[in-house]
């Protein structure tokens, strides 16, 4: 008497005929899918006094080759996990499993490899089957499920089996693997990594790589909005060899694109090229990675490559002399750089840890960038400009210069430094500096601030020549510099040093000079610092400026700021003589005089008198007095505050 069981093969039910007898009440027919027993209760036990069933295929439900296959031998019922430990291998006793069962899996839809797949004619009834490796199984080429798809899915994410049939992965996420990649740190991958982010693109999935090394012999372009989110940027994580010529692993071809949680290495340092290129490509993000012997990092370049971001990265160990960590030459906007460290040999330093030729709005915040010729380097070239480049925190230490900012013919425009430690190590005798700004190409070089920063360590803290404007220097510590802390070179304008500390540090090495202004310096103001302690405080070629004001200073011979009776502009400086008197000379008094403003110490400025055009003080709140001579205004009584005039000089008394 016969019965039908039936049996759910890959989704779909097939009847298997049971002749010879019925199985006992409960028993099962055992069969293997996806790597899994599962036992299938016989649904009829009308002959449940049979004691023996063997299992036979019905041409019209299961594949041919498992007619005739015992999966029951007497009343030998094989159990799933008996199935299971015997595929492939020496026949069980009472089963005739052997080498048949492989053939069994098989036409149940798993395969070892996708050569064996594609060999195969695989029965209408199956709607998926199983692939457990690429080339060999378990080389990370699955498993992964594929299903029934009417055409070639392109890109080698599929393969067509002999019956004719296309298939295609169906999974929530893909790896180089399913298109052939190897990982094993010698097998050029390259094809394989492009196939897979091609066909990441066309289906919208994700690209997960394993903790494995792909060496890269052909740059990787990957297309629009691809996401590619890897193990992690440890040696176990995921790593990519650049084996290319030019030393590019990848090559951003879209906007939208995130590479995340990876290694770039190469086994000998790069002259040319970049890990990772992105030519006018905006909204991409490159994050969590370690970047080893590279010529340059990250470049960032071409039209309008915008809204950027370059996070929680390392890199060591680039190109002496030339190489660069991340490199920015685009006319694009909103660059955010943050949380990066270097480190590199302090024998063969990079170019730059970042060097910025051309953008806007870039920020690098918190980041610790040590071991360069140059941590950050600023150098727009003819026609270029670098502006609103602000740096946020953060070290930048070790470096022969923390920060320069060297216009090579293009322009420089409002760049900052906010809460920066620029430390040179050891490199207090050995040449390093904190900040250098310089114009040596003819474009415009106009507003840096320089805001609640640190610069101990160095040769000389902050040095700018006459072809930077607008520089400021507020609320910063500058110490333990063996050259001079504050250099301002001869001929600079419009520039301010203020509330900030020139001197000895926690009791560590004092300053060699202080602040050195040079000649030529006009419309400037140093006001409100602690300016002592150093071997030589404060040296200054511009005595004679008619703009300036130096004032309210611990530390230094303080002056006041004289001004036009009309405008209260082309200041004039009032000097302190030997004899203890503040001589003021109107030198533009011209028919309206010369109006003498006194500044508070909260910053406030009143007027305190007027010299009027024949050189005589009228007085708001004093009493004027004219005197032959010093000696005749001391006899008089003149008091400290008091103020007298000689021969068209007013002197107040201050001592």
């Not at 190897?182 to 394993?210: E, M």
């Not at 500390?501 to 610092?529: E, H, M, Q």
Request: glycine share 14%; with cysteine.
């Amino acid at each position: 008497m016969s019965e039908t069981v039936t049996v759910n093969v890959g989704g779909t039910s097939v009847n298997v005929l049971i002749e010879g007898g019925a199985l006992a009440v409960g028993a099962s027919v055992a069969y293997a899918e996806l790597n899994t027993a599962v036992g299938v209760a016989v649904e009829s036990a009308a002959d449940a006094q049979e004691a023996a069933a063997i299992a036979t295929a019905a041409a019209a439900s299961i594949p041919a080759q498992l007619a005739g296959r015992a999966l029951i031998d007497g009343s030998n019922i094989i159990s799933p996990a008996t199935f299971l430990a015997n595929i492939g291998g020496a026949n069980t006793s009472g089963s005739n499993l052997g080498a048949s069962s492989q053939t069994f899996v098989q036409a149940l839809g798993n395969y070892p490899t996708r050569a064996l797949a594609v060999a195969s004619s695989i029965v209408a009834v199956l709607s998926s089957i199983s692939l457990y490796g690429y080339a060999t199984a378990g080389d990370w080429g699955g498993p992964v499920s594929y299903v029934r798809t009417g055409a070639n899915p392109g890109n080698n994410a599929g393969f067509q089996t002999a019956d004719g049939q296309w298939w295609k992965p169906s999974v929530a996420h893909l790896t180089p693997e399913i298109f052939g990649a190897k990982g094993d740190n010698s097998t050029d991958d390259s094809a394989a990594w492009q196939n897979c982010v091609n066909y990441a693109a066309v289906v919208g999935l994700d690209v997960r790589p394993p903790s494995r090394s792909y060496p890269i012999g052909t740059v990787v372009g990957v297309p629009d909005s691809v996401r590619i989110d890897c193990a992690g940027r440890s040696d176990k994580g995921t790593v990519f060899r650049s084996t290319t010529a030019s030393g590019t692993v990848f090559r951003f071809d879209g906007d939208f694109i995130s590479l995340r949680g990876f290694q770039c290495r190469s086994t000998a340092s790069k002259t040319g090229g970049a890990y990772i290129d992105i030519n006018g490509r905006s909204n991409c993000v490159v994050d969590d990675f370690y970047l080893y012997n590279g010529f340059i990092g990250i470049d960032l370049k071409g039209t309008n490559a915008s809204f950027n971001r370059f996070s929680n990265g390392y890199a060591s160990t680039f190109r002496a002399g030339t190489g660069v960590v991340i490199k920015i030459d685009t006319n694009g906007v909103e660059t955010s750089i943050f949380n990066i460290a270097t480190q590199h040999d302090p024998a063969n330093k990079p170019l730059a840890n970042i060097q910025a030729i051309q953008c806007g709005d870039v920020s690098v915040i918190n980041c610790n960038l040590l071991q360069a010729v140059n941590s950050v380097y600023l150098a727009p070239t003819a026609g270029k400009a670098v502006s609103s480049f602000k740096v946020l925190g953060g070290y930048l230490d070790s470096s022969s210069c923390a920060l320069r900012a060297e216009g090579l013919g293009g322009d420089i425009v409002r760049c900052s430094m906010t809460q920066v430690w620029n430390g040179g190590g050891s490199l207090i005798s050995g040449g390093g500096n904190g900040v250098i700004l310089r114009n040596t190409g003819g474009g415009t070089c106009s507003g840096f601030d320089m805001i609640r920063c640190e610069v101990p360590l160095v040769t000389n803290g902050v040095d700018w020549d006459s072809g930077w404007t607008d520089v400021n220097i507020a609320n910063s510590t500058l110490s333990q510099c063996g050259g001079t802390a504050v250099v301002v070179g001869n001929n600079a304008t419009r520039w301010s040093l203020s509330d900030s500390t020139i001197a000895p540090s926690n009791g560590l090495t004092l300053n060699n000079v202080g602040l050195s202004i040079g000649t030529g310096c006009n419309a400037y103001k140093v006001v409100g610092n602690r300016i002592f302690g150093n071997t030589t405080n404060y040296v200054n070629g511009s005595t004679g400026a008619t703009d300036r004001e130096i004032s309210g200073n611990i530390g230094l011979p303080n002056q006041l700021r004289i001004g036009s009776g009309v405008s209260g502009e082309n200041y004039t400086v009032a000097r302190k003589a030997a004899d203890g008197f503040l001589e003021i000379t109107p030198e533009q008094a011209g028919s309206n005089g010369v109006r003498v403003f006194v500044r508070s110490g909260g910053g406030s400025t009143s007027e305190a008198f007027e010299i009027d055009n024949a050189g005589r003080a009228t007085l708001p709140f004093l009493v004027g007095l004219s005197y032959a001579s010093d000696a005749a205004a001391a006899a008089a009584g003149v008091r400290v505050g008091g103020l007298y005039h000689t021969s068209g000089t007013v002197k107040v008394r201050t001592v």
